[in-house]
């Protein structure tokens, strides 16, 4: 049965996105066989690895919406081990939907466990929000990755998600946990960058990866052409941090 | 009667709080009367100028789903003409609780009116996301401004905020505009930078600001001291960018 672990943080833009597409991306290459579930209604994930949300091809408002089986919603990347479940605009307006629905954080955890044991590593990209797409992804899922900018507002709002996540564990998931916490756009040249790495450092130790993916232009270049940045270019500072991640979680 | 100007973009990390005060401190200390209004529950803006929520002091939360009268939730700041309602943990539930209330798109429009011929311009910063708060804001608004970072994925959400502005403008608030597009984060050594830049002057030309934020780390320094970077550190490339855009508002 593959693992199920989402990457989520309320506070937008620290990287929730560039981190499942290059995760995914290192597991596949390094032999595991994943599954990328993209639940941001802006589907970058989906653009991220080169899926633009056609209308027409089904991916995780219909999984969610709809009694389609979990398999037709499933798309092939250009990575052999890499397959995605895309996301669209339709997605925005799920919100809303689903609120009436019953067992309503249930719904993506029955779906994808029809297919669980095809894969290796299940990776669900959330929206920058607690709302109900990301306590799906929170019930589903067995661990939590917390990408966090190393700037102060992203450190304000660590607190706020760890007591969302332990509220899931109490009421809706028991198994929940950390997988880790992850250091994301690090500037070694400013204050601020240490600042946080060694607050959060202190205050979660073990919980932190080893593993701190520098700021690197390459790693926002790469999604303009479709591509992963350890596809785009692997040798760059940014694709080599993700690939450092996949190493240090295979263990 | 004052203006009602929102700060919105669904995606996140584009600079929405970074604007909302800077430029709102600008605009105080040009002599216009300034109400902020903070409607992200993660309650950055608030932070932002120095107002930590402590429970009890009641903010954005109570206006939307209570009966108080909306002076009881204004504070004021260390700047004199810069006044806030600031923002808290609950705002996380408000969603849901109005999704059966009765004109629930109507709630802040409302609460504002009856303040706004005290001030010359009122500054909605909106989540990351385009739920029932940000269409909250986009009703009570006369025009929208959208910080738009000079990055790929940014450029691809700018398409579905407009898409979603033409509808509340079509559907709820026909006087609704777009007051501009604001670059933000701009790093002249990139090309991704001077790509993005080159983009979206080309397809929105004269909505689009003159004024350019360029990356600056004071900007995001400012924030753990409580303070507007144009109160922080005036001189810094950051803070005269926020000024600029003050000036070139005021016209
Ligand atoms: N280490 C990095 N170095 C440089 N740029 C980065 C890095 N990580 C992410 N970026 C860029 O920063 C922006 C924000 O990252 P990303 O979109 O992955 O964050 P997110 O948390 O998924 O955002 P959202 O909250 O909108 O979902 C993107 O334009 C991305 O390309
Ligand atoms: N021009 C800039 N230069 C450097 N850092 C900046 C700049 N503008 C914003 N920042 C920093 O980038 C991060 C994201 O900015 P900010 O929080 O204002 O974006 P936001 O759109 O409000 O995010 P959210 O979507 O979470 O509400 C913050 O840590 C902020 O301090
Ligand atoms: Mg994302
Ligand atoms: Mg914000």
Redesign the pocket.
């Known amino acids: 049965m593959g693992k199920i672990l989402c990457v989520a943080n309320q ?3 620290v990287g929730k996105t560039t981190t499942a597409v290059n995760l995914a991306a290192s597991l596949a290459i390094s032999d595991q066989r994943v599954l990328m579930v993209d639940l941001d209604p802006q589907a970058n994930a989906s653009a991220g690895v080169g899926v633009r949300g056609q209308d027409g091809i089904p991916g995780t408002y219909e999984l969610l919406t709809s009694s389609i089986e979990t398999v037709k919603t499933i798309h092939t990347t250009e990575l052999e081990n890499l397959h995605l479940i895309p996301s669209g605009r339709d997605l925005v307006g799920a919100q809303v939907e689903l609120v009436q629905a019953p067992r309503r954080e249930y719904l993506l955890k029955n779906a994808l466990v029809k297919v669980a044991d095809r894969y290796d590593y299940i990776l669900i990209d959330c929206p ?1 929000s607690l709302g109900l797409l990301t306590l799906n992804a929170l019930v589903a899922a067995q661990t939590v990755l917390i990408p966090m ?1 190393c ?4 450190l304000e709002g660590l607190g706020q998600l760890l007591h969302t996540i332990q509220r899931v564990k109490r009421k809706l998931n028991p198994g929940l946990d950390v997988e880790g916490i992850l250091l994301t756009m690090f500037d070694g040249r400013n204050n601020l960058s240490r600042q946080v790495v060694a607050e959060v450092s202190k205050h979660f130790g073990p919980k932190v990866f080893k593993t701190i993916i520098p700021r690197n232009v390459r790693l926002s270049e790469a999604p303009s052409h479709g591509q992963p940045a350890i596809i785009y270019d692997p040798r760059s500072a940014g694709a080599q941090g993700y690939l450092g991640l996949a190493k240090e979680m295979l263990g």
Chains 1, 2 share one sequence.
């Open positions: 506070k937008g833009g920058p900018q700037e102060y507002y992203a």
